[in-house]
């Protein structure tokens, strides 16, 4: 049984390689977006969600074993506090599975 690994920002700069390393390491795994794409890289499932608010979060969470948090807004003040705030609360909430 494989892992399942839920990625934020696995469409950024520090999350696409990322994934492409799980993929190729047999993890399952979802990337979390606010609009699913038309083409995912084979391996990644695309799963719809909202950080900046918390749509979303509890069912890109559910099931997974693992969340990377790759996303980041550099230009937006205190978003990305907020952002990891919403997917703390997400996590606790899905029974804590683990982030890193």
Not at 86 to 93: C, G, K, S, T
Request: charged fraction near 20%; hydrophobic fraction near 40%; proline fraction near 5%.
């Amino acid at each position: 049984m494989s892992r399942e690994v839920l990625v934020t920002g696995g469409t950024g700069q520090l999350g696409r390689p990322l994934v492409a390393d799980l993929v190729t390491r047999g993890f399952g795994v979802r990337v979390l977006s606010r609009r699913l794409r038309s083409d995912p890289p084979a391996g990644v499932t695309g799963v719809v969600g909202d950080l900046t608010d918390g749509r979303g979060l509890s069912e890109a969470i559910d099931g997974a074993d693992t969340i990377i948090h790759c996303a980041s807004d550099p230009n937006a003040s205190g978003a990305d506090l907020q952002a990891a705030d919403h997917l703390l609360a997400a996590a606790r909430a899905a029974g804590s599975p683990n982030i890193i």
